[in-house]
């Protein structure tokens, strides 16, 4: 992660939803965890598709909140694979946000983060990712 401000986000588009007023916190703020829910379950995309199959979350490091989310935000969620270990994979995982009512509004990289996924076999024991059983 960096300290400049992006002006594009970084990594394939893997998810995109809008902050609704449910979502708030007790004091009307997106609450937090609602966002990084949706950060997982994206970030989780390029996981699946490495592991070929079912993948868990381990870890989540390095997480930064730059901007704040709010109600009617448009979200959009993009991921990239940092790394494949025998049978992980961290992917770093942004979340943009651009108001609903302002049509040209320009996105802003709202959060960031770096999530482990470990792919699992039937019994949920770690398996080997494709490549690395290959």
Known sequence: MTDALPTAPAGQPVGRVIAMPADTNPEGDIFGGWLLAHMDLAGATPAFELAQGRCVTIALDGMVFHQPVSVGDEV???????????????????????????????????????????????????????????
């Not at 049509?103 to 709202?110: G, I, L, Y």
């Open 76 to 134: 959009s969620i993009y991921a990239r694979v940092l790394k494949t270990g025998r049978t992980s994979v961290r992917v770093h995982v942004e979340a943009w946000k651009r108001p609903r009512n302002h049509a040209q509004a320009a996105s802003v990289r709202v959060t960031e983060g770096v999530f482990t996924y470990v792919a699992i076999d039937q019994d949920r024991k770690p398996r080997l990712l494709p490549e690395a059983a290959a």
